[in-house]
């Protein structure tokens, strides 16, 4: 009883360690990552892609209205899981700062140093009374210097470079997927199909284009391409992920 009482004094100021070196609001910051929809991040030789799982929860509500890709330059793509407020505004910081960057110094911010522009600003809300931590960990991908980059941030400001990643709900079970399939010579095509294979592993095998959000950007074009969902449908049908509707309306 008094263990339980010594961690709710801790874990009510952000800016105290427990006698064990933890912050706890920066742990229950990583727990609401983990109610979110899933997010995919995966590096190839020529590109990066972004994949999310949209999963909306009514057939009343516009699914074009759940947004968890982002467009933070030209060269750059976000994608986000946990709390979509904090992942807006993380989002419009990374705008800002990439704007800045380019009225600056003349060119594109880099994917980066963009990455840590974004942490150093998540890692001030970790040490500052009367606030808390975003409870959200963004995917950032894009290319820099003709090269394919992805990172990841965490709600305590450490950022991690990756070759694949998965974010959010279901990430120990995406992460081992990834980690088996995963292929150093994989080309965009390639990546596309492994993010949209993963999100299908913990959805039954299948995947509804209205319920996937898919993003690329490419070392050629060094362009953030978002696709829609007829463009989806085609390579859910390429890769046989294609969910019937129908069926899921004979199930409910």
């Known amino acids: 009883m008094q263990g339980q009482a010594q961690q709710q004094a801790y874990d009510r100021g952000i800016t105290i360690f427990s006698p064990d ?53 030209d060269h750059v793509g976000i994608a986000s899981a946990g709390h979509v ?47 808390r931590p975003f409870g959200v960990a963004l995917i950032v991908g894009g290319i820099e210097n003709g090269e394919p980059r992805l990172f990841e941030t965490d709600p305590s400001g450490t950022p991690y470079e990756w070759k694949a990643l998965a974010v959010g709900a279901d990430r120990g079970e995406l992460q081992d997927y990834l980690e088996e ?21 913990v959805n039954d095998g299948s995947l509804l284009p209205s319920e996937v959000g898919l993003a690329t950007v490419d070392v050629e074009t060094e362009t953030f391409d978002v696709f829609d969902q007829d463009r989806i449908a085609d390579k859910l049908e390429d890769t046989d992920l294609l969910a019937d509707p129908d069926a899921e309306d004979d199930d409910e």
Request: hydrophobic share 35%; net charge negative; aromatic share 4%.
């Open 85 to 131: 407020a904090d992942a807006r505004q993380l989002i419009d910081f990374a705008r800002r700062q990439a704007q800045v960057n380019q009225l600056r110094y003349g060119e594109p911010i880099g994917v980066e140093g963009l990455t840590k522009e974004i942490t150093d600003h998540i890692q001030q809300y970790t040490q500052v009374g009367g606030a």
């Open 181 to 201: 399939h995963y292929d150093d010579e994989a080309e965009l095509d390639d990546g596309i199909s492994l993010a949209l294979d993963a999100l299908a592993s």
């Open 21 to 73: 070196g933890r912050l706890y609001q920066v742990e229950y910051a990583r727990e609401a990552v983990k109610r979110g929809t899933a997010s995919i991040g995966i590096r190839t030789s020529d590109g990066v892609v972004l994949a999310v799982d949209k999963r909306i929860p009514s057939p009343l509500l516009e699914d074009s209205s759940v947004e968890k890709i982002h467009k933070a330059d």
